[in-house]
């Protein structure tokens, strides 16, 4: 019965999006017709809504009648995940797709801001283009709500790595980021029919481009830091494809809601805010089409039927058809020249778009060129964290520099005398801290003292700034939140990346071991039968000085799923942790052990909720709801006394062993490296790097020896040959065209004060 009356409220949601194409296309003037597209887009909502809650409702009570529940649940699953679990799989995740799509849809239509009756009806008929394709690829080939065709009494299980309160908060958020994009798509659409591409429209538009970007950065950071204890590789990104696909988008959303306050401003870079308008929910489709297809291995990946990848990349086909023929058509072919001041906020802005937009075309050449390459020469390679380190780094540190000067400059142009009075303290400062940590701490990267600089810059530079305007304006703190949250993610990340300690090995019960100057002890282990599952719970305990802590790493089995998950045991002081997995069990008293000293780490989530709430007193700023006066936040960040860095006590081979370890593929595994799994074939290839290390091997041996044997897809970093020219160069090559475009098809130029 459920799933009859779900089915009648998707194909109702469909009939609704039907209406509103046949209203435009039987009548040219769609705008007379914006009543009936006003109550289409509600009546769509409401379906969609109806259709989920009978979804979810159907996994409360358990009704195995409908396959997803059947497929997707179990009896004795905690009510959270019984909830979560409608949006887990392939088939409910769209559903929360179309749901979220049509939401934004009525949001448009109730919307009681002074958008002209032309745009708005137009910004409702593209909606209802992508919702006719989005529903019917919903119903007719990935329904959520199809009876299945047996008699079940108990379900088959939810994947136990979705068996998390992960789950109920990543994807929503992700998804009202991703499909947020829709709205900005429609408006470019729009403001390219009525060609009212103006001040008027970057206000408009930036709302929803705000929008999109805050759930898109509380999504990610959702989904970093549910990777990094649940999986238990000790990791919170590993540049996975459908890590990429998330963080494209972004990167895209965060170049264009910058180039936005120009255009409000000043009405420069129009044709360029219309394409990243465009651009944005293209690539959130291409990267549903790679979760979804099954081209791309990942762990994050829903299904691999071909038949749905066929649609869907066909959906993008049309919808990026479209988009370039409506831009083609209205494209803004007459430009004046213009001639801005090199230091004026104007300049830097572009300089930021410019960087942002060469960032995400690397991270999209690393994710597809694995792809190329096996479809033309039938090959296989791997696009892992080297090439990404290698390539999307240095960039990220020129953008955190110029980052820390943009806000400082007036628009049209700017005293240098007074810019240099302004930067001085906080570079200064910098300059005195980055000079104490060379002087202290040895062995010392290059890319960490970037990274370690330019970060710190950035962040004093943010509490600069806002001392300069004097803590005025709700906007002058959304500027301030989310360029000192992008300082404190670099700051993380430079430094518990740099410097974390490791230890590999056995332990017995009652062993002792000394760790970055901490005392753990392995204790015991027993099993416990706990609601779904069976877990085997380690207990250690680690003593600091005379204070001790208990960690109880698990290894826990779902009978159900027939599948086993490893649980970090994790412990925070300070900013740092220590992090704990148990991998093997060898004999009745012993057991292989991972454990990691990460230094403050925990920065890296705070730069991220920072960044959130950057977006989100700007979002503030701008929907001008009544009860929000002026706001006035100020986080002080206070880098406590203690252990900032890990004393690095494993040994030179050892540590060279990581090294190389950290850039070899696990060929059974998904996207990690043999130093991150715990499979057994990892743990051989690890022992032969470590043998090899011994004999007095050279990385290019070792890496040659394992690549006639494995192949290039063995490796992490894709060799610098001519069949990889295009990766290595493309970076550089798409920053070379961004200038040439600077100059010559957007015709401006620079002058000096």
């Given at each position: 019965m459920?799933s009859?009356?779900g089915?009648?409220?998707?194909?109702?949601?469909?009939?609704?999006s039907?209406?509103?194409?046949l209203?435009?296309?039987?009548?040219?003037?769609?705008?007379?017709?914006?009543?009936?597209?006003?109550?289409?887009?509600?009546v769509h909502?409401?379906s969609i809504?109806?259709?989920?809650?009978?979804l979810?409702?159907?996994?409360i009570?358990?009704?195995?009648?409908?396959?997803?529940?059947?497929?997707?649940?179990?009896?004795?699953?905690?009510?959270i995940?019984?909830i979560?679990?409608?949006?887990?799989?392939?088939?409910?995740?769209?559903?929360?797709w179309?749901?979220?799509?049509?939401?934004?849809?009525f949001?448009?239509t109730i919307?009681?801001?002074?958008?002209?009756?032309?745009?708005?009806?137009?910004v409702?008929?593209?909606?209802?283009?992508?919702s006719?394709g989005?529903?019917?690829?919903?119903y007719?080939?990935?329904?959520?709500?199809?009876?299945s065709?047996?008699?079940?009494?108990?379900g088959?299980?939810l994947?136990?790595?979705?068996?998390d309160?992960?789950?109920?908060?990543?994807?929503?958020?992700?998804y009202?980021?991703?499909?947020?994009?829709?709205?900005?798509?429609?408006?470019?659409l729009?403001g390219?029919i009525?060609?009212?591409?103006?001040?008027?429209?970057?206000?408009?538009i930036?709302?929803?481009?705000?929008?999109s970007?805050?759930?898109?950065?509380v999504?990610i950071?959702?989904?970093?830091w549910?990777?990094?204890?649940?999986?238990?590789?000790g990791g919170?990104?590993f540049?996975?494809?459908?890590?990429?696909?998330?963080l494209?988008p972004?990167i895209?959303?965060?170049?264009?809601i910058h180039?936005?306050?120009?255009l409000?401003?000043?009405e420069?870079?129009?044709?360029?805010?219309v394409?990243?308008?465009?651009?944005?929910?293209i690539?959130s489709?291409?990267?549903?089409f790679i979760v979804?297809?099954?081209l791309i291995?990942?762990?994050?990946?829903?299904a691999?039927d071909?038949?749905?990848?066929?649609?869907?990349?066909?959906l993008?086909?049309?919808v990026?058809?479209?988009?370039?023929?409506?831009?083609?058509?209205n494209?803004i072919?007459?430009?004046?020249?213009?001639?801005?001041?090199f230091?004026?906020?104007?300049?830097f802005?572009?300089?930021?778009?410019?960087?942002?937009?060469?960032?995400?075309f690397?991270?999209?050449?690393?994710?597809?060129?694995?792809?190329?390459?096996?479809?033309?020469?039938?090959n296989?390679?791997?696009?892992?964290?080297?090439?990404?380190?290698?390539?999307?780094?240095?960039f990220?540190?020129m953008?955190?520099?110029?980052?820390?000067?943009g806000?400082?400059l007036?628009?049209h142009?700017?005293s240098?005398?007074?810019?240099?009075?302004n930067?001085s303290?906080?570079?200064?400062?910098?300059?005195?801290?980055?000079?104490?940590i060379?002087?202290?701490?040895?062995?010392?990267?290059?890319?960490?003292?970037?990274?370690?600089?330019?970060?710190?810059w950035?962040?004093?530079?943010?509490?600069?700034?806002?001392?300069?305007?004097?803590?005025?304006?709700?906007n002058?703190?959304?500027?301030?939140f989310?360029?000192?949250g992008?300082?404190?993610?670099?700051?993380g990340?430079?430094i518990s990346?740099?410097?974390?300690?490791?230890?590999?090995?056995?332990?017995?019960?009652?062993?002792q071991?000394?760790?970055?100057?901490?005392?753990?002890?392995?204790k015991?282990?027993n099993?416990?039968?706990?609601?779904n599952?069976?877990?085997?719970?380690?207990?250690?305990?680690?003593?600091?000085?005379?204070?001790k802590?208990f960690?109880?790493?698990?290894?826990r089995?779902?009978?159900?799923?027939?599948s086993?998950?490893?649980e970090?045991?994790?412990?925070?002081?300070?900013?740092?942790?220590i992090?704990l997995v148990?991998?093997e069990?060898?004999?009745?008293?012993?057991?292989?052990?991972?454990?990691?000293?990460?230094?403050?780490?925990?920065?890296?989530?705070?730069?991220?909720?920072?960044?959130?709430?950057?977006?989100l007193?700007?979002?503030?700023?701008r929907i001008?709801?009544?009860s929000?006066?002026k706001?006035?936040?100020?986080?002080?960040?206070i880098?406590?006394?203690?252990n900032?860095?890990?004393?690095?006590?494993?040994s030179?081979?050892?540590?060279?062993?990581?090294?190389?370890s950290?850039q070899i593929?696990?060929?059974?595994?998904?996207?990690?490296?043999i130093?991150?799994?715990?499979?057994?074939?990892?743990?051989?290839?690890?022992?032969?790097?470590?043998?090899?290390?011994s004999?007095g091997?050279?990385?290019d041996?070792?890496?040659?020896?394992l690549?006639?044997k494995y192949?290039d897809y063995?490796l992490?970093?894709?060799?610098f040959?001519?069949s990889?020219?295009?990766?290595?160069v493309g970076?550089f090559?798409?920053l070379?065209?961004?200038?040439?475009?600077?100059?010559k098809?957007?015709?401006?130029?620079?002058?000096?004060?």
């Amino acid at each position: 019965m459920l799933s009859q009356l779900g089915n009648f409220f998707i194909a109702l949601a469909l009939s609704a999006s039907f209406i509103q194409m046949l209203t435009v296309i039987f009548n040219k003037g769609y705008y007379k017709y914006a009543l009936i597209i006003s109550y289409m887009s509600i009546v769509h909502f409401f379906s969609i809504s109806f259709a989920f809650l009978i979804l979810i409702y159907g996994f409360i009570i358990s009704d195995f009648t409908i396959q997803n529940v059947l497929e997707n649940s179990h009896s004795l699953k905690p009510l959270i995940y019984k909830i979560s679990g409608s949006w887990g799989s392939h088939e409910g995740s769209m559903l929360l797709w179309c749901w979220v799509m049509a939401f934004y849809g009525f949001l448009i239509t109730i919307n009681k801001q002074s958008l002209i009756k032309e745009t708005k009806s137009l910004v409702l008929l593209f909606q209802g283009f992508l919702s006719l394709g989005f529903v019917f690829y919903l119903y007719f080939l990935s329904n959520p709500l199809v009876r299945s065709k047996i008699i079940a009494e108990e379900g088959y299980g939810l994947n136990p790595l979705l068996q998390d309160p992960g789950l109920a908060f990543h994807p929503p958020f992700l998804y009202l980021g991703y499909v947020g994009l829709s709205i900005v798509w429609s408006f470019a659409l729009a403001g390219l029919i009525r060609n009212s591409i103006n001040k008027e429209w970057a206000r408009n538009i930036r709302i929803w481009a705000l929008t999109s970007w805050v759930f898109l950065t509380v999504g990610i950071s959702l989904g970093s830091w549910w990777a990094y204890y649940e999986l238990g590789w000790g990791g919170y990104w590993f540049w996975d494809p459908v890590e990429n696909v998330s963080l494209i988008p972004w990167i895209i959303a965060t170049a264009l809601i910058h180039n936005l306050l120009a255009l409000e401003k000043k009405e420069i870079l129009i044709n360029w805010s219309v394409l990243l308008s465009l651009l944005g929910f293209i690539l959130s489709i291409i990267g549903t089409f790679i979760v979804r297809s099954g081209l791309i291995t990942s762990v994050h990946a829903f299904a691999s039927d071909p038949t749905r990848g066929i649609f869907i990349i066909f959906l993008l086909f049309l919808v990026t058809l479209l988009s370039l023929s409506i831009y083609a058509k209205n494209y803004i072919k007459k430009q004046p020249n213009i001639e801005l001041n090199f230091f004026s906020k104007e300049t830097f802005l572009i300089i930021n778009n410019l960087l942002l937009s060469v960032v995400a075309f690397t991270v999209f050449l690393g994710t597809i060129y694995p792809l190329i390459v096996e479809t033309f020469n039938n090959n296989r390679i791997s696009v892992g964290p080297p090439f990404y380190n290698i390539t999307v780094i240095p960039f990220a540190i020129m953008l955190a520099l110029f980052s820390a000067i943009g806000p400082l400059l007036a628009w049209h142009q700017s005293s240098i005398r007074q810019l240099v009075s302004n930067i001085s303290i906080p570079f200064a400062l910098t300059l005195i801290v980055t000079s104490i940590i060379l002087l202290i701490f040895e062995k010392l990267s290059l890319i960490f003292l970037l990274g370690f600089f330019s970060g710190t810059w950035l962040l004093l530079s943010s509490f600069n700034n806002l001392a300069y305007i004097r803590f005025r304006g709700l906007n002058n703190w959304a500027s301030f939140f989310a360029h000192s949250g992008f300082a404190i993610l670099i700051l993380g990340v430079s430094i518990s990346s740099s410097y974390q300690n490791e230890y590999e090995g056995r332990l017995d019960i009652n062993d002792q071991l000394n760790f970055s100057g901490y005392n753990l002890s392995f204790k015991n282990f027993n099993e416990e039968i706990v609601e779904n599952y069976i877990t085997t719970k380690g207990k250690f305990e680690l003593s600091i000085n005379d204070n001790k802590f208990f960690l109880y790493p698990e290894k826990r089995f779902y009978p159900i799923e027939q599948s086993q998950t490893t649980e970090a045991a994790i412990i925070s002081f300070k900013l740092s942790q220590i992090y704990l997995v148990m991998g093997e069990q060898i004999s009745d008293k012993s057991w292989v052990v991972r454990i990691w000293y990460k230094p403050m780490i925990m920065l890296i989530w705070i730069g991220g909720l920072f960044m959130g709430i950057g977006g989100l007193l700007s979002l503030l700023k701008r929907i001008k709801i009544k009860s929000v006066k002026k706001i006035s936040l100020l986080i002080m960040l206070i880098f406590l006394s203690g252990n900032l860095f890990a004393d690095n006590n494993m040994s030179i081979n050892e540590e060279r062993v990581t090294d190389i370890s950290l850039q070899i593929r696990c060929m059974v595994c998904q996207s990690q490296t043999i130093d991150d799994s715990d499979a057994p074939l990892a743990r051989d290839l690890k022992q032969l790097v470590r043998k090899m290390v011994s004999e007095g091997k050279s990385d290019d041996e070792i890496f040659d020896f394992l690549s006639s044997k494995y192949g290039d897809y063995i490796l992490m970093k894709p060799r610098f040959n001519l069949s990889n020219l295009l990766l290595w160069v493309g970076p550089f090559f798409i920053l070379v065209i961004g200038i040439f475009i600077i100059f010559k098809v957007f015709k401006i130029s620079f002058r000096s004060n």
